[in-house]
């Protein structure tokens, strides 16, 4: 068993001794929805002061406006009851440090971990690559309040998005905590009668 194995196991024998919250309701208490990125600095039960249970929290690379992440939002209200949404990127995000060219052509020469400095992305690995990296499009970010108001503007125009839920698009501050709204996309977002 790897150390790290057993730190994840033990923290959860910890958690599940006194867990009390089996019977919380499964549509999220608050009613509403977080898109954000899974960039282990964002917390969102901290800076959206949540709990178990209050709302639903989407993650993905930069928090992006993904089929996918659509398809959670659409079953979180459909299905769930979330009332109201909120997109999220954060400043310094690695989604900033490449494009979809990059990606790709690191893909291409090998599929272990490369490394990044002042000069760029590097792949230090040995091959075999996999050239199936150019087929995806890796919703890189060239500028944060354009891919915040992008993703608030993608999910408010999808045929599945009712136009009576409320989208808020903001970018969280890596070195303050702070939630600083990004007013184009919030009014991009808002209800449409």
């Known amino acids: 068993m790897s150390t790290l194995l057993k730190e994840v196991l033990d923290a959860n024998q910890r958690y599940s001794h006194d867990f009390s919250k089996g019977d919380l309701a499964m549509p999220p208490a608050r009613q509403f929805a977080i898109l954000t990125c899974m960039d282990a600095r964002l917390d ?3 800076y959206a002061g949540l709990s178990e249970g209050d709302a639903h929290v989407i993650r993905n690379a930069g928090g992006r406006a993904s089929d996918d992440a659509i398809r959670s939002l659409v079953i979180s209200y459909k299905l769930l009851g979330t009332r109201e949404w909120f997109v999220i990127h954060h400043t310094n995000c690695g989604m900033e440090t490449f494009t979809n060219d990059i990606i790709s052509d690191l893909l ?12 760029g992305w590097h792949d230090h690995g040995k091959g075999p690559g996999a050239p199936e990296g150019k087929f995806i499009h890796w919703l890189t970010i060239q500028d944060l309040a354009d891919s915040v108001l992008e993703d608030v503007v993608r999910i408010r125009s999808h045929p599945l998005v009712p136009h009576t839920i409320p989208i808020h698009g903001y970018i969280y501050d890596v070195k303050t905590g702070k939630l600083n709204e990004v007013p184009a996309a919030t009014a991009a977002g808002k209800v449409v009668n």
Do not use: F, G, I, Y
């Open 44 to 46: 969102p039960a901290k």
């Open 108 to 119: 291409s020469q090998s599929l272990e971990t490369a490394s990044v400095d002042s000069q």
